[in-house]
């Protein structure tokens, strides 16, 4: 079992900077891939960024490559998602999961373990 916990949005201006966090629960989590969502009002929830359980290998989506970084440290049982150059539609709560390492899947119903969600706000 992992329990997953997402801290760090808000609201921030256009082109500003947020950093997300993602704490985990459970010894296990250092052996499991972990990915980051977001869903906005009306919309269905989305693929932003995965990481392998090592850190090694990394996947966005085409929507924040170059503006968002993804890493984690096992150590702290923490990933993150660094959010640079945010845009009005980069507003969404967003979500960290996880599931058992091996393949980076980019699908919602390949993930195990959700977090409850944090808001980002980015006003123009």
């Known amino acids: 079992q992992v329990q997953l916990v997402e801290s760090g949005g808000g609201l921030v201006q256009a082109g500003g900077s947020l950093r997300l966090s993602c704490t985990a629960s459970g010894r296990t989590f250092s052996t499991y891939n972990m990915g980051w969502f977001r869903q906005a009002p009306g919309k269905e929830r989305e693929f932003v960024a995965a990481?392998?359980?090592?850190?090694?290998?990394?996947y966005y989506a085409d929507s924040v490559k170059g503006r968002f970084t993804i890493s984690r440290d096992n150590a702290k049982n923490t990933g993150y998602l660094q959010m640079n150059s945010l845009k009005p539609e980069d507003t969404a709560v967003y979500y960290c999961?996880?599931?058992?390492?091996?393949?980076?899947?980019?699908?919602?119903?390949?993930?195990?373990?959700w977090g409850q969600g944090t808001q980002v706000t980015v006003s123009s």
């Open positions: 990481i392998s359980w090592t850190g090694g290998r990394t």
């Open positions: 999961a996880a599931r058992p390492g091996g393949i980076i899947f980019t699908t919602t119903h390949s993930y195990n373990y």
